[in-house]
């Protein structure tokens, strides 16, 4: 069974169709690249998995369980599917360890002394140990991003979705970020990704996919779809960005 | 320095000019005489405190239910939705009204039912008027905070399984709360002033006090008296409030 099965999705935000009968299935472990033009649906394909935009048709498959089902409870859902967004959405009143406690503490009902041992742990593993009580704006975008992460996997999510999350750093950021990006691949995460970091794509992605006004027109190994592109689309999108 | 300058002469010719006028001496004699202004001021600050008290009632219930109703007017279930209703047509109603014309028939309607005493007191019901009308101003400053604050935040939040009343008490409140500070305190300096308003109904409080004296002494300076008083609170705390929005704008700059 898939981890992530998508069938057939339509979005639309009143007249204008995001979403045309998209399909993707996802396996356990794998890291998938989503590129593609701005607009072409990559966003709102994450939001939609998260349950964050509602779909208007198809189906999503969590282990094999129907998610997009009418008035069903997101919360389950969105507790084993984490996002991280652009433009890191920090909860700026609180400090760092707080962003990340809050949803354990609430959801989980731990005490902060009970989950300190397990986020000063993540902390570290992403280097960001003495910044555990800074707040949002004494860290640079490239360590709010971190923390935005670390804050999506405090949750102990299984599958991870990235939308862009490096779009809004400087390029010097970018970096840091990437290498968790890696690490967590390392740690046979499964995660999706919408990026626009074509070099990293093709180093770390086990599949690409090429979004083109709400549909999925090309997937493959990254190898085939970067160095030998068969859809005409996929050629020129791909000739505008590398 | 020029503004230095213009402001002196503005005051002067005002010191100068206004004593020329033809009806100075009667004025001055009514409204501005010293020996009952010193015979009143006492019995003026003592009044005062009845303001305060009232004032000191009334503020945290109007917090709380202007709170309620701004989330009221938030809550996204549809089958919440007559709260909504509720929130708005409540918000409507009491900003349209004069608040003397709701302590008008709010402190003399609700008693005029035959309620037995105490709980036909004027203090009472010309607070609960005073507390119905400024909980729904207070209620629309609260959801205009709770509108500022970005929908990606309300995103973030629910995107980690947060439940809809957490993401509003964690993520969403401490933030709006905050932004919407200066604009409740300019509200709460209106509602000291407003205090006066239950005069009308009965409790003699600064206002009427100044009243009594008024007709006792056939004299108006008691109500200058009044009014220097309820000066002496409320611009420190319009300065206290200009300072905090100011403080605001900078941080957020």
Redesign the interface.
Known sequence: MSKLKIENIVKSFGDVTVLKGLDLIVEQGEMICLIGASGSGKSTLL?SI?L?EPIDDGAIWLDGDDISLPGLD???V??KI??V?Q?Y?????MSAVENVM??PR??HKKSREALRPEIEQLFEKFGLADRMDHYPDQLSGGQQQRV?IV??LA?KPEIMLFDEVTSALDPELVAEVLDVLRTLKAQNMTMILATHEMGFAREAADRVCILHEGEIIEEGKPEEIFSNPKHPRSQAFLKSVL | MIAGVSTFIVLALIVILVPMAPGWEAVQKSFFNKEVFLKTFPKLLSAFWLDVLIFLWCAPLIAILGLAIALCRDVQSPVLFPLRIFGAVYTDIFRGVPVVLTVYLIGFGIPGLGLPRPYNSPYIWGSVALVLTYSAYVAEIFRSGIESVHK??R?????????NS?VMR??VL??AI?RVVPANMNMLIALQKDVALLSFIGPVEIFRQAGVFKSLLANFTPYVGAAVIFLAVTIPATRFADYLLAKQNRERS
């Open positions: 939001r998260n964050l997101p919360q389950p969105r507790q984490g996002i967004f433009s959405n920090l909860f700026p009143h809050l949803a609430r959801i935005a804050r999506a949750m | 990606s935040q995103a973030a939040a629910s995107s980690l399984g947060l439940s957490d964690y993520v401490p933030q905050r």
